[in-house]
Nanobody
Framework: QVQLQESGPGLVKPSQTLSLTCTVS??????????WNWIRQSPGKGLEWMGA???????VDSPSLKSRTSISRDTSKNQFTLQLSSVTPEDTAVYYC????????????WGQGTQVTVSS
């Protein structure tokens, strides 16, 4: 089965860059027709899609976060990463990675999520 695991610091200072890595096992991030998503959920709010990278390395970002978001991948390690720059306390959230199937809005596999707090 496919498993996804988020990793990275749980505490980031304001104005710094949040960096998270999603490690995928049981499936390749280069397998055709899959997208690899970053999603977050902040307290009292619903899930917010942040962006994705597909099997060819193409990226797309949420318009509201595009100026601060960079998604990349390392195919040799079967990992993809999220960088969110200039963070503020409003970026405090649980961050998830997930696998999406082309043509759907669903993620069939999710990581367990990782709490990231932005605070000085």
């Amino acid at each position: 089965q496919v498993q996804l695991q988020e990793s990275g610091p749980g505490l980031v200072k304001p104005s710094q860059t949040l960096s998270l890595t999603c490690t995928v096992s049981g499936g390749s991030i280069t397998t055709i027709h899959y997208y690899w998503n970053w999603i977050r959920q902040s307290p009292g709010k619903g899930l917010e899609w942040m962006g994705a990278i597909d099997y060819n390395g193409r990226t797309v970002d949420s318009p509201s976060l595009k100026s601060r978001t960079s998604i990349s991948r390392d195919t040799s390690k079967n990992q993809f990463t999220l960088q969110l720059s200039s963070v503020t306390p409003e970026d405090t959230a649980v961050y998830y990675c997930g696998r999406g199937v082309r043509g759907t809005d669903e993620n069939d596999y999710w990581g367990q999520g990782t709490q990231v707090t932005v605070s000085s």
